[in-house]
């Protein structure tokens, strides 16, 4: 085709470029997708009884830590500029009621009060709710007869909701797939006072093979069958999109998609469905994945982590919550 022909695109007469010039400033001028640190959601893992932060065997690089480190981590992150944390607790003691998931000195509540004591209003604090890392079972619910049962999972998990916007958490983010869960804790949190706490739903959770490691690193595990009774096949995007649609309904504030790379599809259909925000969570085995590779040296780290996160906001993702936070932003510091 000659160079100045015209060129139809979405039915307007174009111009075609001409190539241009591309020094780096140039290059930088024209780039479309620019992460930012403020897009990014650092996970932190506190455990119970822990004196020393332990790093995560099947994640390196990342740590449990214990409650008396959160402040100092916290700290770092935020002189990089990350401002959102989501809260993840690893307790003591497991039962089939999951009764630590809701203490009012459990874990959870007890770091955010501390991280709300020392940073309040200048950081953002999201915190899971879900009841997998406090049942002896491992399961997300509560189980009768071996199955999870919806209803009195939704009472414990209104209960969690509640006991973490009253330590003072932000967002709270229902991950336990239990049906109308987001309704549910929204009246819970609506009745009670905190009309103002936020909720994220985790809409689309799949059910991927890319959760080994957070399930290893925070002791949920499973003892007996799975959870694809209450994941979504990964093969539906419909389905997903459906669910989604559920939990806008719902009075989500926040859609979130989980896991993110294999999905960008899901998120990009997303991201033109609804007028919400929309998270990616890029989960556990994303980063293990990567990290593995890099420890090889098989790939350069740097590159690869900035083009696959990349590549999640220009699917559509307005918001990452992404292991490698850290690195990130150090990298975009440094540019
Ligand atoms: C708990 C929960 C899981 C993840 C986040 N919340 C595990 C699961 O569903 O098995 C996975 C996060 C990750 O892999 O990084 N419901
Ligand atoms: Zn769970």
């Not at 893992?45 to 830590?65: A, D, H, S």
């Not at 009764?99 to 991280?115: L, P």
């Not at 739903?201 to 009774?229: I, M, Q, V």
């Amino acid at each position: 085709m000659n160079q100045n022909e015209d060129n139809e695109f979405n039915g307007f007469p174009q111009v075609r470029l001409r190539r241009l010039r591309r020094t780096p400033a140039i290059r930088d001028l024209l780039q479309e997708t620019r992460l930012s640190v403020k897009d990014l959601v650092c996970p932190v893992f506190v455990q119970e009884g822990i004196n020393e932060p332990k790093e995560i065997e099947l994640m390196p690089g990342i740590f449990r830590i214990p409650q008396k480190s959160i402040v100092k981590n916290v700290q770092e992150l935020y002189d990089l500029g990350v401002k959102t944390f989501l809260i993840f607790g690893i307790p003591k003691l497991k039962n089939d009621r999951a009764t630590s998931a809701y203490r009012k000195d459990g874990i959870v509540q007890e770091s955010v009060k501390t991280i709300k004591n020392n940073f309040g209003e200048k950081i953002v604090i999201i915190t899971d709710v879900c009841l997998c890392q406090y049942t002896s079972h491992g399961h997300c619910g509560i189980i009768k007869n071996n199955v999870a049962d919806n209803d009195e999972s939704l009472k414990v998990l209104d209960r969690v909701a509640l006991s973490h916007a009253e330590a003072g958490t932000d967002f709270v983010a229902p991950s336990a797939m239990m049906d109308g869960q987001v309704k549910s804790i929204r009246k819970a949190l609506d009745h009670n006072s905190f009309k103002n706490v936020g909720i994220i739903g985790y809409s689309a959770k799949l059910s991927s093979n890319l959760y080994t490691p957070f399930r290893d690193a925070s002791h949920s595990t499973p003892e007996f069958g799975d959870r694809k009774s209450y994941q979504m096949p990964f093969q539906n995007t419909n389905e997903a999109l459906h669910e989604i649609m559920m939990d806008v309904k719902e009075g989500a504030d926040i859609i979130m998609i989980k896991p993110a790379l294999p999905y960008l599809d899901l998120i990009y259909k997303t991201r033109q469905s609804t007028l919400l925000p929309v998270c990616a969570y890029s989960v556990s085995g994303e980063y293990s994945i990567v990290k593995a590779a890099a420890l090889e040296g098989w790939v350069n780290e740097e590159e690869v982590i900035m083009e696959f996160t990349t590549s999640i906001k220009r699917a559509g993702a307005d918001i990452i919550i992404s292991y490698h936070t850290k690195k990130i932003a150090e990298i975009l510091n440094n540019d």
